[in-house]
Nanobody, 125 residues
Framework: QVQLVESGGGLVQAGGSLRLSCGASRGALSNYAMGWFRQAPGKEHEFVAAISRSGGNTPYADFVKGRFTISRDNAKNTVYLQMNSLKPEDTAVYYC??????????????????WGQGTQVTVSS
């Protein structure tokens, strides 16, 4: 059973940066399209970014365009989310997820059937 593990969350001041990583135990992430979602307290999960199996297609939510970058290193079996110019409203638990049946990235969480445990990102003002 493939398990996803996120890391890299933490506390940062507004305007700062963090890089989240998502690795896998017992499985090759290169076989999956991958996505990042987040959930703030009292809110629903929302799509942040996704990446195709090849890494060539990377859609983003409007609220992170120009600030966040998703990437993958299939040789390291890792997917990244580089977050720059962080805002207090970016505070949330961030989850990586795998879409095991998709080649291209999809924005609906219903397509993702494997999830990590989440990593907390807190942005102070």
């Amino acid at each position: 059973q493939v398990q996803l593990v996120e890391s890299g969350g933490g506390l940062v001041q507004a305007g700062g940066s963090l890089r989240l990583s998502c690795g896998a135990s017992r499985g090759a992430l290169s076989n999956y399209a991958m996505g990042w979602f987040r959930q703030a307290p009292g809110k629903e999960h929302e799509f942040v970014a996704a990446i195709s199996r090849s890494g060539g297609n990377t859609p983003y939510a409007d609220f992170v365009k120009g600030r966040f970058t998703i990437s993958r290193d299939n040789a390291k079996n890792t997917v990244y989310l580089q977050m720059n110019s962080l805002k207090p409203e970016d505070t949330a638990v961030y989850y990586c997820a795998a879409d095991r049946s998709g080649w291209e990235p999809r924005m609906s969480r219903g397509f993702y059937d494997l999830w990590g445990q989440g990593t907390q990102v807190t942005v102070s003002s």
